[in-house]
Structures are given as structure tokens and as C-alpha cells.
């Protein structure tokens, strides 16, 4: 059962410390001319969608459940005022794209009765390996990025082998995922954004989302 407005305002109040922390975590992340109070302001955005969606009843506590929807906020907020930074930009949907596959992924996993702790250890494994697959493909999209430094020539080279076995195994992702990828890691839209365009909500957009990486993923590794 979703909560009153008297329950939800109690909530805002309650949590303006934990907004205040996460914006200054995110400020270590983004240029420093954004400012705490800037994302702070953002967060509060995400906070209230936040009381307004919650239910007790899940069994989630309230942070865990706003944790992601206020650093959301935040980064959303960088992407718009440093739209002409491109390098930040894809860094900043990067780190967006990855916290939507940790909350995506977040007790999603099937677990044995046999053996409990190996399987978590497993998920836990999995997760971490396309959250780094993630960050690698958007390093790919910043070097590829307009007036990007070049990097040292082998540095250069081994961006290039990966980035070919990537577009190699992205051209035979189911059309889906492919257009997901390509939206989130190479035009910089959010995960959301490119779920719109393929008529997904949100949470379809985040499935979809961690299932092109595990294929990407398992692709990558049977080369």
C-alpha cells in the first residue's frame, strides 16, 4: 500500500541528510563546477518520486528503495547542464547505465537450495562482469568522441582489437539489444530514453538493458 501524503512528507524530511551524502559522493564523480547544493536539488526530484512510489509492503527498506531513483536524478541532472561535454557525458551514462544494471539485477538471480552462498557468488561475479563491460565500452565510446585525446599508440591499438570484437559481436545481438546498446553506449541516451524509442517503460528498458550485456558479454567471451 503506497503511503499517505503526511507519511510521504515525514519520509522527505527524514532523508535530507542521505540526499545530501549521495550529492556529495556524485560531485566527486562530475566537473567541479556542478555544486552539492545543484544536485541536491536534483535529488530532492528523485527523492519525492521516490516517497511517492514507495510500499512498505515489498519489504524494501525506503533508502535501499531510493537509493538509485535520487542518484539518478543527479546524473540526469549533469547530463543536461554538461550536454557539450562529451567525455563527460559518456562517463556520466556510464555510471547511470551501471547503477540501472545493479538495481536491475539486485535478487533478480535464481538460487539452488544446495548451495545458497556459491550461487550468490556466482550472481555477484556475473553482475561485476558486465558492470566492468559497461565502463569498457564506454571508454570505447570516449575515445571515440569528438576532439577526445588520442591515447598512446599501444593503448590505441588494443582499443581498436577490442572495439572490432565488440561491433562484431553487437551485429549479431537480437535487434533489441542491439539498439539498446547502441543508444546507451554510443549516443549517449539513458536507458530509459532508449526504451521510449523502442516503445519500452522504464523497467522493460532496464531488462533489456542487462540482458544485451549478458549476451554481449557471453559473446565476448566465446571469442
Known amino acids: 500500500m503506497a503511503l499517505s501524503a503526511p507519511e510521504r512528507d515525514a519520509l522527505l524530511q ?34 519525492l518520486k521516490a516517497a511517492e512510489r514507495y510500499d512498505p509492503s515489498r519489504g524494501a527498506s525506503f533508502t535501499t528503495w531510493a537509493y538509485y531513483r535520487v542518484r539518478g536524478s543527479m546524473l540526469d541532472f549533469v547530463r543536461r547542464v554538461a550536454a557539450q561535454d562529451v567525455r563527460c557525458r559518456v562517463r556520466v551514462s556510464a555510471q547511470a547505465a551501471v547503477d540501472d544494471l545493479i538495481e536491475a539485477t539486485l535478487g533478480s538471480r535464481p538460487r539452488t537450495a544446495s548451495d545458497p552462498r556459491a550461487d550468490a557468488a556466482n550472481a555477484l561475479a556475473s553482475t561485476l562482469e558486465e558492470m566492468a ?25 588494443a582499443l581498436r582489437e577490442g572495439m572490432e570484437q565488440a561491433r ?4 549479431k545481438l537480437p535487434e533489441r539489444e542491439r ?24 523497467g522493460w528498458a532496464s531488462r533489456l538493458h542487462a540482458r544485451a550485456l549478458k549476451l554481449l558479454r557471453e559473446g565476448l567471451g566465446a571469442r
Open 14 to 47: 527524514k532523508h535530507q541528510g542521505f540526499v545530501q551524502k549521495l550529492a556529495r559522493c556524485v560531485a566527486r564523480e562530475v566537473p567541479d563546477w556542478i555544486t552539492v547544493d545543484e544536485l541536491m536539488s536534483a535529488g530532492n526530484e528523485g527523492l
Open 168 to 171: 562484431a559481436v553487437i551485429a
Open 179 to 202: 539498439a539498446m546498446v547502441d543508444g546507451v553506449y554510443f549516443h549517449h541516451l539513458t536507458i530509459e530514453e532508449t526504451g521510449a524509442r523502442l516503445g519500452l517503460s522504464k
Open 133 to 157: 563491460l559497461a565502463f569498457t565500452m564506454a571508454e570505447f565510446a570516449e575515445v571515440l568522441a569528438p576532439k577526445a585525446p588520442a591515447p598512446d599508440p599501444e593503448t590505441a591499438a
